[in-house]
T-cell receptor, first 113, second 118 residues
Framework: DQQVKQNSPSLSVQEGRISILNCDYTNSMFDYFLWYKKYPAEGPTFLISISSIKDKNEDGRFTVFLNKSAKHLSLHIVPSQPGDSAVYFCAALYTGTASKLTFGTGTRLQVTL | NAGVMQNPRHLVRRRGQEARLRCSPMKGHSHVYWYRQLPEEGLKFMVYLQKENIIDESGMPKERFSAEFPKEGPSILRIQQVVRGDSAAYFC????????????????FGSGTRLTVV
């Protein structure tokens, strides 16, 4: 039962353009969402997060949008840079009790020159 | 200020042997999580531990796998009688006590242990 889904396994974007990575979730109890970035042979690193009380959070080139009614969130990277090429994981949890992060299957982003 | 330390980075075991994976959480972190990433798949939750206590082991296979986080020392993920299907990257993450950091519920991950069963 995949509660967090990333339906695009890969995405290719030209340098300087916008990258949009999408994520859907099914569990309405989730109230906190995070994006992680992962390079090969390394552990995931935290990128940006958003609480369900917000619909947008911005940090430099990275913005996360949350649409609770659609149970959908997206990560926008503007402008995209070659160093952004990595696998991006969406994750979600319920903060009401000590619980685990549930991850999506990841989207591999390739930023081309 | 060391992050989450996992060792070994690479581990090769023959079928039927035991694999022991170690994880030392970040200083001040009392919660440890183990995740597995199979080739071409996402991160699958295995187990969530606090010191001397298993909080959630809903992702652990029922047989051959066990985890502990003793009062002293690192957390250990133990796989007995390994099979080829156990070959994967195993990641450990840690976090502060639940709710201590209201600004972030994010984990800090280690670099992983890549287990190869031959």
């Amino acid at each position: 039962d995949q509660q967090v889904k990333q339906n695009s396994p890969s995405l290719s974007v030209q340098e300087g353009r916008i990258s949009i990575l999408n994520c859907d979730y099914t569990n309405s109890m989730f109230d906190y969402f995070l994006w992680y970035k992962k390079y090969p042979a390394e552990g995931p690193t935290f990128l940006i997060s958003i609480s369900s009380i917000k619909d947008k959070n911005e940090d430099g080139r990275f913005t996360v949008f949350l649409n609770k009614s659609a149970k959908h969130l997206s990560l926008h990277i503007v402008p995209s840079q070659p160093g952004d090429s990595a696998v991006y994981f969406c994750a979600a949890l319920y903060t009401g009790t000590a619980s685990k992060l549930t991850f999506g299957t990841g989207t591999r982003l390739q930023v081309t020159l | 200020n060391a992050g989450v330390m996992q060792n070994p980075r690479h581990l090769v075991r023959r079928r039927g042997q035991e694999a022991r994976l170690r994880c030392s959480p970040m200083k001040g972190h009392s919660h440890v999580y183990w995740y597995r990433q199979l080739p071409e798949e996402g991160l699958k939750f295995m187990v969530y531990l606090q010191k001397e206590n298993i909080i959630d082991e809903s992702g652990m296979p029922k047989e051959r796998f066990s985890a502990e986080f003793p009062k002293e020392g690192p957390s250990i993920l133990r796989i007995q009688q390994v099979v080829r299907g156990d070959s994967a990257a195993y990641f450990c993450a840690s976090s502060p006590p639940w709710g201590q950091d209201p600004l972030s519920y994010g984990y800090t991950f280690g670099s992983g242990t890549r287990l190869t069963v031959v």
